[in-house]
């Protein structure tokens, strides 16, 4: 019976120990990905060092954005943009842990004011891959998605 009370209470041990470090984890993931969402913010040399050195920014409209040198002129050339811009988490952030790394999924916003006046808003979701190391979240990738270049999905109720 002690065999067993002990082995219950070194399972809920080291379960409370694995749960406690999985939730300082993911506090940085938040955090990290926050902080993301702030490039039109911030100094863009900080804002590139969210990611890992050879991390990536999968653009639409940018394309492959490789690497930190890459990353800093990604973002000085969008902070270039005239008028005031507005990048925001619009949503939950959705996260699976898998391989020691951290995906996640979020929401987001993005509003402009465009050279004729006119504001323009666009929707979408940034997938996410972290590694967290020593309670740092570093972005492996991030790969945007418009809402405004959905494919209609066509269900098939036959297949």
Known sequence: MKTLLFACVLVCTLSFAVAHHEDRDIAAVKNTTKVFFTLFEMDCKAWSNLFEVDGAFYHPLAGAVVGRKSLVDFCLSAQKAKGP?????????????????????????????????????????????????GGKAAIKAVTEFFNRSQEPYEWDPNA
């Open 85 to 133: 811009n507005l990048f925001r988490q619009d949503g939950h952030i959705r996260v699976t842990k898998a391989d020691g790394q951290y995906h996640v999924l979020v929401e987001y916003v993005y509003s402009t004011v465009k050279d004729n006046g006119k504001v323009f808003t666009n929707s979408g979701y940034e997938s996410m891959i972290f590694k967290v190391a």
